[in-house]
């Protein structure tokens, strides 16, 4: 005669066997999202925590034995003097920088967007040429324009020179009136595509029935532009000119290959400053001005998400 196990004898192999799973699966699940988890911990949250402590340190890679903690020493020395210029100069060219890059990066792409936003013969190849500057990388944009700037056989002073605007030649990058001017110039052009590029897609999202509507009540192009077309892209705008801001504050990189900082500082904006001041070893000056900088950008990273957080209740 054949014994049969009892039922709760299977229900506790049936248990088994689903626990054994679960606990399979609960570890792969911890596996994959480890590298997620430790990955931005070490390579992000460590560093940015070290470096703040940095800010409160002397900390001299020319000095390594009197590494030690000064409370908001640093700070304070930002404020009464600067390597090679005031800190408050800097501070100023920060704001000019983000500033005037910010407002013809936005009129002149706003501009293009509007010429892209119907398609005509050879718009594909003029588009690709308007997005080009975006995909190359910063530190390119900066060493073809400082050649373009170059006093002695620059492209800029021979077009100015064979136009009759200028007599002489220009040293652009070599003068404090205008090497920040010159580096401006460059970013706005290096900006532009961003704008186009998000504008023009919104743009191609407002519905053609609209413009025919207003068209029979008697509305001109301006009067589109204001009631329709900027109403209908109001929540693009606002989230590109906030981002910009941020990149552009954050985006050394053609100061740097353009004219480091000089000449004498005068070129120099905060992130530019701080990577000179990282070249030259004093890492705790330069990490006073990382965590200056990084109350900037939270700043703007909450007026970023008040303002997103807006648009969505008022969608």
């Known amino acids: 005669m054949l014994l049969l196990p009892p039922k709760n004898l299977e229900r506790r192999k049936d248990m088994k066997v689903r626990n054994s799973l679960g606990r399979r699966r609960r570890l792969f699940c911890f596996f ?4 997620a ?18 800010a409160f340190q002397s900390y001299n890679l020319m000095n390594v034995s009197n590494i030690k903690w000064i409370g908001f020493d640093n700070f304070a020395k930002l404020f009464k003097s600067g390597i090679g210029t005031s800190f408050y100069t800097i501070l100023g060219n920060t704001a000019k920088w983000v500033i005037i890059s910010l407002f013809f990066q936005f009129v002149i792409g706003f501009a293009i967007a509007l010429l892209l936003k119907k398609k005509f013969r050879g718009s594909g190849v003029y588009q690709g040429l308007i997005f080009f500057p975006w995909a190359v990388s910063g530190f390119v944009i900066g060493i073809m ?4 700037f170059n006093g002695t056989s620059g492209v800029i002073n ?9 007599k002489e030649a220009v040293g652009w990058l070599a003068s404090k009136d205008t090497a920040l001017l010159s580096c401006i110039v460059a970013n706005i052009w290096y900006g532009i595509p961003f704008f186009t590029i998000m504008i023009t897609a919104a743009l191609r999202g407002v519905s053609e029935d609209l413009y025919e509507a207003a068209g029979v009540d008697g509305a001109n192009a301006f009067q589109k532009f204001f009631h329709i077309t900027i109403p209908a892209v109001r929540s693009v705008l606002f989230l590109t000119v906030l981002l910009r801001c941020i990149w552009i504050f954050n985006f050394p990189d053609l100061i740097y290959s353009m004219t480091s900082g000089g000449p004498a500082g005068s070129s120099h904006i905060v992130t530019s400053y701080m990577m000179q001041l990282v070249q030259s070893l004093d890492y705790g000056l330069a990490s006073a001005v990382g965590v200056l900088s990084i109350l900037f950008l939270m700043i703007f990273a909450s007026i970023y998400l008040v303002v997103t957080s807006k ?3 008022e969608d």
């Open 32 to 35: 994959m999202v480890l590298p």
């Open 158 to 166: 021979d077009i100015l020179l064979r136009l009759g605007f200028i």
């Open 145 to 148: 324009w400082r050649w373009m």
């Open 37 to 54: 988890v430790l990955l931005p911990l070490i390579f992000t949250y460590y560093p940015m925590i070290r470096g703040s402590m940095m």
């Open 311 to 313: 648009l969505n209740t």
